[in-house]
């Protein structure tokens, strides 16, 4: 199956700085998405961005689907951003929608 | 998005036993799926659920285990049978709502003792 691997896997930040995450992926796909996963365990929806980029505030990501790497990019962290970073894949496939495969996500801890 | 809602949020069950996790959506979706996220680990697609079919399992996991319902666009159970240990987990549904994006439950959290 399709591997999705992330880094790093851990980071502590000091509230303010910036951030990259790396989502590197084996095949082509259809969907890639991130996700912002708090410590409730809520996931949250950060982007859906199988190609391109986008910006949402403070956050942006870029997908280079011909290269198979995503990049979101935090910029003046906030203690509200701890959590898990996760990134997600569904293959690509001519057919309806499939399940999502997830890397192993990028903890992230900003401290004030 | 959609607004999708778990029960139950948590449960405590013991050996043996099975628990039902239904998911509920505020709109009519045609695809849904289940995930299961173990401790401190990621998170693995169980089987995907569309209305009027059998739902479609991934390798490691079977029917007679976690058997699943869709009776209609709105609604699906999950149920994790004869319950171990190993079980305990977030078990979450997702939807697909447009363009292949897919939203997620809040999750139930599984303790098996």
């Known amino acids: 199956g399709i591997q999705v691997e992330q880094s790093p896997p851990d980071l502590i930040l000091q509230e303010g700085a910036n951030s990259t995450l790396r989502c590197n992926f084996s095949?082509?796909?259809?969907?890639l998405q991130w996700f912002h996963q708090n410590p409730w365990g809520q996931l949250i929806n950060l982007f859906y961005?199988?190609?391109g980029t986008k910006q949402n505030g403070r956050l942006s990501a870029t997908t280079v689907a011909t290269e198979r790497y995503s990049l979101l990019y935090i910029s003046s962290s906030q203690t509200t951003d701890s959590g898990v970073y996760f990134c997600?894949?569904?293959?690509?496939?001519?057919?309806?929608?499939?399940?999502?495969?997830f890397g192993k996500g990028t903890h992230l801890i900003i401290q004030p | 998005s959609a607004v999708i809602s778990q029960k139950p949020s948590r449960d405590i069950c013991q050996r043996g036993t099975s628990l039902t996790i239904q998911c509920q959506v505020d709109?009519?979706?045609?695809?849904m799926f289940w995930y299961r996220q173990q401790p401190g680990q990621s998170l693995t697609l169980i089987a995907t659920?569309?209305?009027?079919?059998?739902?479609?399992?991934e390798s490691g996991f079977v029917i007679d285990k976690f058997p699943i319902s869709r009776p209609n666009l709105t609604f699906s159970t999950l149920t994790v049978s004869n319950l171990s240990p190993e079980d305990s987990s977030i078990y979450l549904c997702?939807?697909?709502?447009?363009?292949?994006?897919?939203?997620f439950g809040p999750g139930t959290r599984l303790l098996v003792l």
């Open positions: 997702s939807v697909e709502v447009v363009a292949r994006e897919q939203y």
């Open positions: 095949d082509s796909v259809n969907n």
């Open positions: 961005i199988p190609s």
């Open positions: 997600a894949v569904e293959l690509h496939s001519g057919g309806g929608a499939d399940g999502l495969t």
């Open positions: 709109s009519q979706v045609t695809m």
């Open positions: 659920a569309n209305q009027g079919s059998e739902a479609t399992y």
